[in-house]
């Protein structure tokens, strides 16, 4: 089975994917495809940012599918499949056409701001504020995220704790 995961940023996308790979699954992300092209020209970067404008950029110059294109590529090598970090409408309905279902995953923003204090993925995480940290949501990259997680085919509340998120993908997912 090949699944997608939308949500906004520290919602649990990451933790999803590890649950799934428990299962047998190859996580495949979208940001992995721009670390990439970024390695590729001797960049060494991990910052949320510049993996936003990246993404929009080429977004914007070959089609808002091209990301998914990519993921799609390297999904064909593998039987289950989640990709990871579903970002506009065009990858959404890419990932749907080749026969990706879509998990969209709900969370408290104050739960979100707590979860990417604590895990620091970025380092600009642990110096942001509540209001900054809401306020990327609006970023162009970011824009069409809540729309996607409603049309989702599942729909996850990620809330609890990470048993119960693990309770929800079984229960969900018929794992």
Not at 7 to 29: P, Q
Not at 44 to 73: H, M, P, T
Not at 147 to 162: A, E, H, P, Q
Request: charged share 35%; net charge positive; proline share 1%.
């Amino acid at each position: 089975m090949k699944y997608g995961v939308v949500g906004k940023i520290s919602s649990g996308k990451d933790k999803v994917c590890e649950l799934l790979e428990s299962f047998g699954y190859k996580t495949l992300k979208y940001s992995d495809v721009l670390k990439e092209i970024l390695n590729s020209l001797g960049i060494k970067l991990d910052n949320r940012v510049v993996f936003q404008k990246l993404g929009s950029s080429l977004r914007n110059l070959f089609g808002s599918e091209v990301l998914s294109i990519a993921i799609i590529n390297q999904s064909s090598n593998y039987n289950n499949v989640i990709a990871n970090g579903i970002r506009s409408k065009g990858e959404f309905t890419c990932l749907k056409k080749a026969g990706f279902k879509i998990i969209g995953l709900l969370c408290d923003d104050d739960k979100r701001f707590e979860r990417a204090r604590v895990r620091k993925r970025f380092k600009e995480d642990k110096e942001l504020t509540k209001e900054e940290f809401i306020k990327a949501d609006e970023d162009p990259a970011e824009r069409e995220v809540s729309k996607l997680i409603n049309d989702s085919d599942i729909i996850i509340s990620n809330n609890g704790t990470i048993k119960d998120l693990k309770e929800s993908l079984i229960k969900e997912l018929s794992l």
